[in-house]
């Protein structure tokens, strides 16, 4: 499409070039497909590979958006449910026209034990990827997935536009991990909403530690169904002149509900980071809470913290703590008693600062994703 | 006090220390004999943390005048970190938080290896001893109580190995068993390492699982009274500091 090249399909990941895997790794994005119950590849404007791990055929369905649109028509009824088409110029722009993207479905009463991965890449030069993901939890289901979305090293200038409308019912779970992997010249535009059912769980964590010249997100999740879950959590690394404005949202809008949101930024190399929250409380009784720490490593950079409570009902309980600021040289001095030099002190801090096992993550996927923040080079 | 150069782990001469401008310690002369632990009373306020923290090398502690050495060696002008590393391990009062670093990533630490790595089977028996096995993979001191504090301290006191232990109330606030566990091991390590001691408190209880010949009352700012750890806490006890304030037999100088 647009004059672009359409990317080749391939039967494995494995058949791919190797930058593009090690590309797609730095995203979460595993090659040995064994190991995931499915495997979504999308590149600039192409599908490249979408195939369900044969252990895991009917407990779900993966296809491309457009692929899925054709096949069901009833997924009109989920396409722009819960976000409004004209709510900006991002959603306008993949309203009028989208490449692809995700469409994910957990089957009723599934147990998917091992993750699905997709992965949005950027290859080409000045391309500007408008995707359209739907993921569907069907009730009692349980479910991981993690998403990457990547960088080829060649690629030059770019723009990922990519809207993602999740839908959580009744008793099911979804624990939904995104790991972005970006660079200095590229813009980025997720918009996400998630509505959840009764009893329904979401959690959502989101990583970012690479430079991205400019990101801006506010995922909602809308609590529509009495008990609902959601635990909200995010990671992010500001550097190399980043400007990053990222929220998450929660609205309670049935009884029982619980929410929290937890953010860790750290910023340096004149970066600049907004990190948003918001919690509304439109139904009681409701329990939500958020936490935002920023680090700043730099006196170039700025971290602006702007948490959000709104409670609408009397028997809301909602609370926040943020704090920005330095390291703490007691935090130092107390590491280095224990024999550190004052540089591995502080990098030690850093590194638990940017510790995954605050994320919602089941031990495999955690101790996977650690080591693949160990193998980054964090330029600490 | 056993004098001579290669018999002290711990020398203080002279020394004297500023706090944000402010003289906190005045002309301390305190020799330490090696495989010995001394304690240290005083009242609020009259410098004791600040001696042990200046001993640590722990910065905003300005040495106006004097010297320390440890073990023959001048560690005056040495920062906290080569200060750990010759051997001195500091069991801190109020020891900080740490957001995302474990109690295992410090027992790491301690050992000399890295965060992240592998307890070695020495190490799990150890958090087992000190009944912290639910702590290990939660962030350092973040929410853990009075006692559950000290016995990370100490737990980690034990994975440093120090020939020097410098520690800042190690009993207060903890309850009756923690206490009994703190005193046993840190005992038990002082005796099978042949380190020595260096602790202030305010309560005697200690000094029933410690053995310990010396102790010093620390009173505005300098060395008022040394003699053993026993007859000085029972007097403290019987008739408070100001009894210490009066004493005719105080022998500040005494070596």
Same mark, same amino acid.
């Given at each position: 499409?647009?004059?672009?090249?359409?990317?080749?399909?391939?039967?494995?990941?494995?058949?791919?070039?190797?930058?593009?895997?090690?590309?797609?790794?730095?995203?979460?994005?595993?090659?040995?497909?064994?190991?995931?119950?499915?495997?979504?590849?999308?590149?600039?404007?192409?599908?490249?590979?979408?195939? *369900?791990?044969?252990?895991?055929?009917?407990?779900?369905?993966?296809?491309?958006?457009?692929?899925?649109?054709?096949?069901?028509?009833?997924?009109?009824?989920?396409?722009?449910?819960?976000?409004?088409?004209?709510?900006?110029?991002?959603?306008?722009?993949?309203?009028?026209?989208?490449?692809?993207?995700?469409?994910?479905?957990?089957?009723?009463? #599934?147990?998917?034990?091992?993750?699905?991965?997709?992965?949005?890449?950027?290859?080409?030069?000045? *391309?500007?990827?408008?995707?359209?993901?739907?993921?569907?939890?069907?009730?009692?289901?349980? #479910?991981?997935?993690?998403?990457?979305?990547?960088?080829?090293?060649?690629?030059?200038?770019?723009?990922?536009?990519?809207?993602?409308?999740?839908?959580?019912?009744?008793?099911?779970?979804?624990?939904?991990?995104?790991?972005?992997?970006?660079?200095?010249?590229?813009?980025?535009?997720?918009?996400?909403?998630?509505?959840?059912?009764?009893?329904?769980?979401?959690?959502?964590?989101?990583?970012?530690?690479?430079?991205?010249?400019?990101?801006?997100?506010?995922?909602?999740?809308?609590?529509?169904?009495?008990?609902?879950?959601?635990?909200?959590?995010?990671?992010?690394?500001?550097?190399?002149?980043?400007?990053?404005?990222?929220?998450?949202?929660?609205?309670?809008?049935?009884?029982?509900?619980?929410?929290?949101?937890?953010?860790?930024?750290?910023?340096?190399?004149?970066?600049?980071?907004?990190?948003?929250?918001?919690?509304?409380?439109?139904?009681?009784?409701?329990?939500?809470?958020?936490?935002?720490?920023?680090?700043?490593?730099?006196?170039?950079?700025?971290?602006?913290?702007?948490?959000?409570?709104?409670?609408?009902?009397?028997?809301?309980?909602?609370?926040?703590?943020?704090? *920005?600021?330095?390291?703490?040289?007691?935090?130092?001095?107390?590491?280095?008693?224990?024999?550190?030099?004052?540089?591995?002190?502080?990098? *030690?801090?850093?590194?638990?600062?940017?510790?995954?096992?605050?994320?919602?993550?089941?031990?495999?996927?955690?101790?996977?994703?650690?080591?693949?923040?160990?193998?980054?080079?964090?330029?600490? | 006090?056993?004098?001579?150069?290669?018999?002290?782990?711990?020398?203080?001469?002279?020394?004297?220390?500023?706090?944000?401008?402010?003289?906190?310690?005045?002309?301390?002369?305190?020799?330490?004999?090696?495989?010995?632990?001394?304690?240290?009373?005083?009242?609020?306020?009259?410098?004791?943390?600040?001696?042990?923290?200046?001993?640590?090398?722990?910065?905003?502690?300005?040495?106006?005048?004097?010297?320390?050495?440890?073990?023959?060696?001048?560690?005056?002008?040495?920062?906290?970190?080569?200060?750990?590393?010759?051997?001195?391990?500091?069991?801190?009062?109020?020891?900080?938080?740490?957001?995302?670093? &474990?109690?295992?990533?410090?027992?790491?630490?301690?050992?000399?290896?890295?965060?992240?790595?592998?307890?070695?089977?020495?190490?799990?028996?150890?958090?087992?001893?000190?009944?912290?096995?639910?702590?290990?993979?939660?962030?350092?001191?973040?929410?853990?109580?009075?006692?559950?504090?000290?016995?990370?301290?100490?737990?980690?006191?034990?994975?440093?190995?120090? &020939?020097?232990?410098?520690?800042?109330?190690?009993?207060?606030?903890?309850?009756?068993?923690?206490?009994?566990?703190?005193?046993?091991?840190?005992? &038990?390590?002082?005796?099978?390492?042949?380190?020595?001691?260096?602790?202030?408190?305010?309560?005697?209880?200690?000094?029933?699982?410690?053995?310990?010949?010396?102790?010093?009352?620390?009173?505005?700012?300098?060395?008022?009274?040394?003699?053993?750890?026993?007859?000085?806490?029972?007097?403290?006890?019987?008739?408070?500091?100001?009894?210490?304030?009066?004493?005719?037999?105080?022998?500040?100088?005494?070596?």
């Amino acid at each position: 499409m647009m004059g672009d090249k359409e990317k080749k399909r391939v039967s494995s990941l494995t058949d791919l070039p190797h930058e593009i895997l090690e590309a797609a790794y730095k995203s979460g994005i595993e090659a040995s497909e064994d190991k995931r119950s499915a495997t979504y590849m999308y590149i600039d404007h192409s599908l490249v590979l979408s195939k *369900v791990n044969e252990h895991f055929a009917g407990r779900l369905e993966l296809l491309d958006t457009k692929d899925a649109l054709d096949k069901y028509s009833w997924l009109q009824d989920y396409l722009w449910d819960i976000i409004e088409p004209d709510k900006d110029e991002v959603t306008k722009s993949v309203f009028e026209e989208f490449g692809g993207g995700y469409f994910i479905r957990i089957m009723a009463g #599934a147990r998917v034990e091992f993750p699905l991965q997709s992965c949005l890449m950027i290859s080409g030069k000045k *391309v500007k990827q408008k995707v359209h993901n739907i993921v569907i939890a069907e009730e009692g289901s349980e #479910a991981r997935i993690i998403t990457g979305c990547s960088m080829h090293t060649k690629a030059e200038r770019g723009e990922h536009l990519g809207v993602s409308e999740f839908f959580i019912k009744k008793d099911a779970k979804l624990n939904y991990t995104m790991i972005h992997n970006w660079s200095e010249q590229m813009k980025v535009r997720p918009r996400s909403a998630t509505r959840l059912e009764e009893n329904a769980t979401f959690i959502s964590n989101y990583i970012l530690l690479s430079p991205v010249k400019d990101l801006q997100m506010y995922p909602m999740v809308y609590c529509e169904g009495v008990n609902a879950k959601t635990e909200l959590n995010s990671i992010v690394y500001a550097r190399g002149e980043s400007r990053v404005d990222i929220g998450s949202g929660v609205v309670f809008n049935a009884a029982g509900c619980r929410g929290e949101i937890v953010s860790r930024v750290m910023a340096k190399e004149n970066s600049n980071v907004k990190a948003r929250a918001i919690i509304r409380g439109n139904a009681s009784p409701a329990k939500g809470h958020l936490e935002c720490k920023g680090l700043l490593l730099d006196d170039t950079s700025v971290i602006h913290a702007i948490p959000e409570l709104v409670g609408a009902r009397k028997d809301v309980d909602l609370s926040h703590e943020a704090a *920005v600021g330095k390291i703490a040289e007691k935090e130092i001095t107390y590491l280095m008693s224990r024999g550190l030099s004052r540089d591995d002190a502080t990098s *030690v801090i850093v590194r638990g600062f940017l510790d995954v096992d605050i994320l919602g993550l089941p031990p495999n996927l955690q101790q996977e994703i650690s080591s693949m923040v160990d193998k980054m080079d964090l330029g600490l | 006090m056993i004098s001579g150069e290669s018999m002290n782990i711990l020398e203080l001469e002279n020394l004297s220390v500023e706090v944000e401008g402010k003289r906190i310690l005045e002309d301390i002369n305190l020799h330490l004999p090696e495989k010995s632990t001394m304690l240290f009373f005083g009242p609020n306020g009259s410098g004791k943390t600040t001696l042990l923290l200046t001993i640590a090398g722990m910065p905003g502690y300005n040495i106006t005048s004097g010297s320390i050495t440890l073990n023959g060696v001048d560690i005056t002008s040495l920062d906290v970190d080569e200060r750990a590393r010759l051997g001195i391990g500091t069991g801190f009062q109020l020891p900080p938080e740490i957001t995302g670093v &474990k109690l295992r990533d410090m027992i790491k630490i301690c050992a000399g290896g890295r965060p992240g790595d592998d307890l070695t089977k020495e190490e799990r028996n150890l958090i087992k001893r000190f009944k912290l096995d639910d702590f290990i993979n939660r962030d350092i001191n973040l929410g853990f109580s009075g006692g559950e504090k000290k016995r990370a301290e100490m737990l980690q006191m034990m994975a440093l190995k120090p &020939k020097l232990l410098l520690l800042d109330e190690p009993d207060s606030g903890v309850d009756v068993e923690s206490l009994k566990l703190i005193g046993r091991e840190l005992q &038990k390590y002082l005796k099978a390492s042949g380190a020595s001691a260096f602790i202030i408190t305010h309560h005697g209880d200690i000094l029933e699982h410690l053995d310990s010949k010396y102790a010093c009352v620390l009173m505005d700012g300098r060395i008022w009274c040394r003699g053993n750890p026993r007859e000085i806490y029972d007097t403290i006890l019987a008739r408070g500091y100001r009894e210490c304030a009066e004493c005719h037999v105080r022998h500040p100088m005494e070596d």
